[in-house]
């Protein structure tokens, strides 16, 4: 089993604890020496206020915070969790992750998903009802500018006539690609465009806000990584890595110590079923005590 640290990143309410450029590098460092395979960070540019009133979170934008994690770590992973791909042009994306990709020595994976907030794809600009097509074209078109040659294309919006893109990513032929999404069409999207899948725990009764569906336990997520095992057979690809956040977790709260000894002896259960690696979020009342948890996490449960 690996293991993904979330950040803390959406914590605006502790600012001096965990938004500042030496609060991301620490706590990144201490999840790399305490064994955590990657740390990550979520994605919401402009939320609206009544879906942060009901449970919803702030975000840095998620490559600058992963370069500050990057500027104090060596091996640890970088993963956004999830990069809303059709909140923005797909050229200044490839950008922007090529960009991180070099400057930390080939470590970015390039977690994204369509996304559900249609608030925020309003105030963005941006249309809805068009975003899984869109996420489609954007790939591709990243690919393409990940190459590093010359690219000639054009779209319904886009005209592109001998434009070049580099640095390319240091990963070739560009870092690896998951969704999110727990949906059919989430899973036949990693197998056409990518290397992993990052379902969610989802209890029926939230589906219709984040749109996608329920996934309650444990045979349910089964049940789903047989079905990706499945297409990505019958399509001749290697079998995707899976990413999952463990049943009785959020990605904005922090696991008491009761929940790693949980965890530790679900562990086996979890890597039976297909997963390769367990997303685990951190927080605290500041950055010490947050960074003890990493610590005995790394004992009872990575270690352990």
Known sequence: MRYVL?????QVERQAEFLTADAVAEVAQAAEENGFDAVS?????FPQDKWLAHGGHQALDPMV??????????????????FVLPYRNPFLTARAVASLDVLSGGRVIFGTAVGYLRSEFAALGMTYDDRGE???????????????????????TLQVHGHTMRPAPSQRPH?????????KRAMRRVVEFGQGWMPMPQPAAASKLTRTPALETMDDLAGRIEFLRGIAGDAKKPTPDVCFVP????????PTVADFDTLGSQIDSYA??????????????DRDSLIRSIEEFGKRV???
């Not at 049943?247 to 922090?254: D, Q």
Request: charged share 20%; hydrophobic share 40%; glycine share 10%.
């Open 6 to 10: 979330g950040l803390p990143t959406d």
């Open 41 to 45: 960070v979520t994605d919401h540019p």
């Open 65 to 82: 915070a992963l370069s500050f994690a990057a500027a104090r770590t060596t091996t640890v992973k970088l993963l956004t969790n999830v």
């Open 134 to 156: 869109r996420t489609d074209e954007a790939l591709r078109l990243m690919k393409e500018a990940w190459s590093g040659e010359s690219v000639e294309l054009t779209t319904s």
């Open 175 to 183: 870092p690896p690609i998951w969704f999110g999404g727990n949906s």
């Open 247 to 254: 049943f009785g977790m959020r990605m904005t709260e922090s």
């Open 272 to 285: 039976d079923i297909g997963v390769d690696w367990l997303s685990v979020p951190f927080s605290g009342d």
């Open 302 to 304: 990575i270690n352990g």
